[in-house]
Nanobody, 126 residues
């Protein structure tokens, strides 16, 4: 079955960096776009970044452009989110997710994602 396991979250001071990883199994990894989302307390889950199956195309929400980088290693079935210049407003639980359909075009909608990891907490102190 499809499994997504995130790791790498933690507590960091503002301006610091973290690298999140998401290990995937149970499906043909390179055939699916993968995304990162986040959810802060009392707020809706929001799109952070997406990368296509080949790792060529990437998309970001405006507030993280220039600070976050999504990447993937298809040989390791792993997707990453490198987060630099972190801000307190980046504090949230971060989730990786797999698109519902293979070879899909870009989408930032949660409804287009079928499988989700358990989440990893990122806390940025001021």
């Amino acid at each position: 079955q499809v499994q997504l396991v995130e790791s790498g979250g933690g507590l960091v001071q503002a301006g610091g960096s973290l690298r999140l990883s998401c290990a995937a199994s149970g499906f043909s990894f390179s055939g699916y776009a993968m995304g990162w989302f986040r959810q802060a307390p009392g707020k809706d889950r929001e799109f952070v970044a997406e990368i296509n199956g080949r790792g060529i195309s990437t998309y970001y929400r405006d507030s993280v452009k220039g600070r976050f980088t999504i990447s993937r290693d298809n040989a390791k079935n792993t997707v990453y989110l490198q987060m630099n210049s972190l801000k307190p407003e980046d504090t949230a639980v971060y989730y990786c997710a797999r698109r519902r359909d293979p070879y899909s075009s870009y989408s930032s909608s949660t409804t287009e994602y079928r499988y989700w990891g358990q989440g990893t907490q990122v806390t940025v102190s001021s």
